[in-house]
C-alpha cells in the first residue's frame, strides 16, 4: 500500500519521520540510497519541493548527505554520545565514527551508588556492573562514558566483565543474550563537578564543571537495563535541530 499523508503535521515532516524510522531500526543501512526527490513527491502525492524539504531535514539533523549521484544513509556526522551510537550501531554495524577509538578503562561489580541505584531503580549499594570508557577522535578525548547494569545481567553476559570492547557494545549484547531490547531513553545534559578518578583522563581538574550527559534506557518492557553517564572532553558540545514549521 503506497504511503499517504496525514493533514496532522506537515507533509514534509512525515516524510522525514518515516524515512527518519527506518534508518534508525536499521531497514535503511549505510550508505543505503534514498528515492529521487521526484520518486518521492510522486509516491506521497506530494509537491517535488515538499520532498525535498523532507530530505533537507534529514540532512539537517545528519542522517544523511546528498551528492550528485543522489541521496545516501549517513550518520557520521552525528553527535556521539549513548544514544548515538546505539543509532550508528543499529544502522552500520559499529558505534564509532571514521577516525574514532574506545579505550576500555574498567569491568567491575560495584555497590550502587545512590544517583546510580535511582536510575536503575534498584536498591542503594545492590551490586552492579560499571563499564568506564574513553572515546577518542583526532581532536582529543571526545568523552569519558560510565554505564551502570543491574549485577544480574553479568550471569547472562559474563562478557559485560570483561575489560576490552564489546562486539555490539552494551546494548546489542544485552539484547542478544535477554531479548531485552533498549526502545526508550530518557537524557539529562547538566554542568557536574568532574570525580577525581577520571580527571587525568578527561584532562581537567577534578571537582571542576564540566558537561555532562546522563541517559537512562528502558525495555520493551518498560524496565530499565543501563543508566550511564558521560562526561564530555573540553570544547565538545552537544546540539540539536528541531523544525518549527
Known amino acids: 500500500m503506497a504511503p499517504k499523508v496525514h493533514r496532522a503535521t506537515p507533509p514534509f515532516l512525515q516524510i522525514a519521520e518515516h524515512f527518519r ?39 539537517e539533523e545528519g542522517y544523511v548527505r546528498s551528492t550528485s549521484q543522489g541521496t545516501f544513509v549517513d550518520l557520521g556526522r552525528k553527535l556521539t554520545s549513548g544514544p548515538d551510537r546505539l543509532q550508528m550501531l543499529r544502522t552500520t554495524g559499529s558505534g564509532f565514527r571514521p577516525g574514532e577509538s574506545v579505550e576500555i578503562l574498567s569491568a567491575e561489580l560495584v555497590p550502587a551508588p545512590a544517583h546510580v541505584a535511582k536510575g536503575l531503580k534498584i536498591a542503594e549499594r545492590d551490586h552492579v556492573v560499571r ?14 562514558s560510565t554505564s551502570y547494569l543491574a549485577g544480574g545481567l553479568a550471569e547472562a553476559a559474563p562478557e559485560l566483565l570483561e575489560v576490552g570492547p564489546l562486539p555490539k557494545m552494551t546494548f546489542g549484547l544485552i539484547e542478544e543474550r535477554t531479548g531485552r531490547r533498549a526502545v526508550r531513553r530518557r537524557d539529562v545534559v547538566a554542568m557536574a563537578p568532574v570525580p577525581e578518578d577520571i580527571a587525568d583522563v578527561l ?18 518492557h518498560g524496565e530499565v537495563t543501563e543508566y550511564a553517564q558521560d562526561f ?14
Do not use: C, F, H
Not at 29 to 36: A, D, F
Open 21 to 59: 524510522v527506518k534508518i534508525k531500526e536499521g531497514e535503511l543501512p549505510q550508505e543505503t540510497k534514498l528515492p529521487s526527490i521526484a520518486d518521492i513527491a510522486r509516491e506521497w502525492e506530494v509537491a517535488t519541493a515538499t520532498a525535498a524539504k523532507a530530505i533537507k531535514q534529514l540532512q
Open 203 to 220: 584532562g581537567a581538574e577534578a571537582g571542576t564543571q564540566a558537561l555532562t550527559m546522563t541517559n537512562q534506557y528502558s525495555d520493551q
Open 131 to 144: 563499564r568506564r570508557r574513553v572515546y577518542r577522535d583526532d581532536d582529543g578525548v571526545v568523552a569519558v
Open 232 to 245: 564530555l572532553g573540553a570544547g565538545r558540545e552537544l546540539s540539536a535541530e528541531y523544525a518549527l514549521d
